[in-house]
C-alpha cells in the first residue's frame, strides 16, 4: 500500500474533518428546532386543552407523570418544564415575527428570555442577537444582566473608522450597535 502522507492528503483530511464537524452542528441545530417545535405544540395542546374542558393544573401533573411513565429515558416531561411549554405559547402566540424566531433558539435560552425579559422589543432583540452572534446561555444572561437592549438603543461613540481598517471597524461598530438587529 502506497504510503499518502503529502500535503494533500492532509488538505483532503482537514476538508473531510471540517464537513464532519459542520454536518454534526447541523444535525445538532435540526434536532433542537424540532425539539422547540415540539414544545410549542406541547404548550398549544394544553392550553387549547384547558380552555375546552376546562381543565385545571392538575392536567399539567397527570400528563407529566403518563408521559415520564412511556418515556422514561427521556427528560424534559417534568410538571415544571411542561409549565414552561404552556408559558412559552403564550408568550409568542400573538407575535408571527417572535414566534418564528424562537424555534433557531435552545430551549435553555428561550426559558432564559421568557423568565427574565418581558418587554417584546427586548425579546426580539435578545433573541435575534443570539441567533446572529451565536450567544451562549451565560452570554445570554450577562447581556440581559448588563442592559445590553438599552445601550444598543443608545447612539454609541467610538472612534472606530479612525483607528481601525474599514471592515473591522464595522464589524466592532456592529458587535457594540445592534440596532440593525
Keep these: 500500500m502506497k504510503n499518502i502522507a503529502g500535503k494533500e492528503y492532509v488538505n483532503f483530511l482537514n476538508e473531510i474533518k471540517s464537513r464532519i464537524v459542520t454536518t454534526r452542528i447541523q444535525a445538532i441545530r435540526s434536532v433542537s428546532k424540532e425539539l422547540?417545535?415540539?414544545?410549542?405544540?406541547?404548550?398549544?395542546?394544553?392550553?387549547?386543552?384547558?380552555?375546552?374542558f376546562g381543565?385545571?393544573?392538575?392536567?399539567?401533573e397527570q400528563l407529566s407523570s403518563d408521559l415520564n411513565r412511556e418515556y422514561h429515558n427521556y427528560e424534559g416531561f417534568s410538571p415544571d418544564n411542561l409549565w414552561r411549554m404552556r408559558m412559552f405559547y403564550l408568550a409568542y402566540k400573538d407575535d408571527q415575527k417572535l414566534a418564528q424566531l424562537v424555534?433557531?433558539?435552545?430551549?435553555?435560552?428561550?426559558?432564559?428570555?421568557?423568565?427574565?425579559?418581558?418587554?417584546?422589543?427586548e425579546k426580539e432583540y435578545y433573541i435575534t442577537a443570539s441567533i446572529k452572534f451565536g450567544w451562549s446561555r451565560n452570554v445570554l444572561l450577562n447581556q440581559i444582566k448588563a442592559d445590553a437592549y438599552a445601550l444598543s438603543i443608545r447612539q454609541k461613540?467610538?472612534?472606530?473608522?479612525?483607528?481601525?481598517?474599514?471592515?473591522?471597524?464595522e464589524q466592532a461598530d456592529e458587535?457594540?450597535?445592534c440596532q440593525n438587529i
Design 175 to 177: 458587535s457594540i450597535n
Design 103 to 121: 424555534p433557531e433558539l435552545p430551549w435553555g435560552h428561550n426559558i432564559l428570555i421568557m423568565q427574565k425579559v418581558k418587554n417584546t422589543k
Design 157 to 169: 461613540t467610538h472612534n472606530f473608522p479612525r483607528v481601525l481598517p474599514k471592515h473591522l471597524a
Design 55 to 60: 381543565w385545571g393544573k392538575g392536567v399539567v
Design 36 to 52: 422547540i417545535c415540539l414544545y410549542w405544540d406541547i404548550g398549544k395542546s394544553i392550553v387549547e386543552r384547558q380552555n375546552k
